[in-house]
């Protein structure tokens, strides 16, 4: 449908305006145009009304305002809200609202499936086909709050992909929601998640954008890590550790280590220790996880023989930590009864 035409939501405001430059317009409407697709969310140039009959049909003629098309929601018990959304080339992707007392957390997607295989997770189960461009990671939030009754609060990039391994997207992305024009969202209230990919988080580092950060930590040992996540051998635990810590001074923000628990494997007494010297040299705090079992997509290999840790060892667990002075967020799992919870998303996807 808009094949030849090309796409303006996702361009930054700089962007914008080299671009109006370029056609020969005047750069305050960059501004104008940012205002009404990212403010006053409108997929129609028609509705831009400040602009000129000719520029609106200028921009008609050669521009396009749609990146995703809704497809379907699912509501769960909890509350949660999964939204899937189509891409222009037919590609199902996954957002998911998550609301709580205080916030109505958005968790949005950067790839269709993701490449990097961990052991754990759904969405690497079902592989890897393409990267979402910038206008469609920033769409997931217009056409969730179109879905939300709430306000939407807090943005985590958690969902499909890896997102630094989409970095130029996933940059544009957070500096359309860093602009001082964008209402809405401050990057205060934005984390990016990554598996690890070390060079990419020293860039984001120093991007200038102050995004949080969470790592998907998962072992504080490399030989396991790369166990259940293979892409610490390109980036071994070692080298992600000093580019966070790089991220932590920068940006002088905490980390967040997300850490889910998986019986045996990372829930000994040796992973406590490990812990509790790791955060007392990184600035960061522990986003205890429960595993959410992949068991009902027949998984195979190593991926077949990962259990959750039981509760109360996970409440000891995290008890330990605490009387050792590491914060620590236990997550709760919201969304598990229509697959929309960590590391499910995809599920259904084919
Ligand atoms: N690629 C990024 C973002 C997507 S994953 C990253 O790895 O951080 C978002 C979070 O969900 C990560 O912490 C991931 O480890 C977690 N997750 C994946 N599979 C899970 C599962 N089966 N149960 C619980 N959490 C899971």
Redesign the pocket.
């Known amino acids: 449908m808009n094949k030849n035409k090309t796409q303006l939501k996702g361009l930054t405001l700089e962007e914008l305006q080299a671009l109006f430059l370029e056609i020969g317009e005047a750069k305050f409407r960059a501004l104008q145009v940012f205002n009404w697709m990212y403010n006053y969310r409108v997929t129609s140039f028609d509705k831009m009304e400040n602009l000129s009959k000719p520029l609106r049909n200028k921009l008609k003629e050669n521009y396009s305002l749609i990146t995703l098309n809704f497809a379907a929601s699912e509501t769960s018990t909890s509350g949660t809200k999964k939204l899937i959304f189509e891409t222009e080339e037919g590609n199902k992707i996954e957002s998911v609202i998550i609301p709580d007392e205080k916030r109505n957390t958005l968790?949005i997607s950067?790839q269709v499936g993701?490449p990097?295989d961990?052991k754990?997770?759904?969405?690497?189960l079902m592989g890897y086909k393409k990267n979402l461009s910038a206008g469609e990671i920033f769409d997931q939030y217009l056409l969730a709050q179109q879905h939300s009754e709430r306000d939407i609060s807090n943005i985590?990039?958690?969902?499909?992909?890896?997102?630094?391994?989409n970095y130029n997207a996933t940059l544009n992305s957070l500096k359309i929601f860093s602009e001082e024009l964008t209402k809405g969202i401050s990057l205060k209230k934005i984390t990016?998640?990554?598996?690890?990919i070390a060079p990419k988080i020293v860039e984001l580092a120093d991007s200038g954008l102050k995004a949080k950060l969470?790592?998907?930590l998962?072992s504080c040992f490399e030989k396991t890590r790369s166990k259940i996540?293979p892409i610490n051998e390109k980036y071994p635990l070692k080298d992600n550790l000093e580019a966070v810590t790089h991220y932590a001074k920068k940006t002088k923000t905490r980390i967040t280590f997300?850490?889910?628990m998986l019986k045996g494997l990372n829930d000994r007494d040796e992973d406590i220790k490990a812990l509790i010297k790791l955060t007392n040299q990184i600035p960061s705090k522990i986003?205890v996880?429960?595993?959410?079992?992949?068991q009902h997509m027949h998984p195979t290999g190593f991926s077949a023989s990962?259990f959750?840790t039981e509760k109360k060892r996970i409440d000891d667990f995290v008890q330990i930590l605490r009387d050792n002075n590491v914060t620590v967020m236990v997550?709760e799992?919201q969304g598990d009864d229509i697959a929309a919870?960590?590391?499910?998303?995809a599920v259904k996807f084919k």
């Open positions: 968790c950067t993701c990097l961990c754990f997770c759904a969405t690497g985590v990039y958690m969902g499909m992909g890896e997102p630094l391994l990016v998640s990554t598996a690890g969470a790592f998907s998962h996540m997300e850490y889910i986003n996880i429960p595993f959410n079992s992949l990962l959750p997550r799992t919870a960590c590391g499910q998303l």
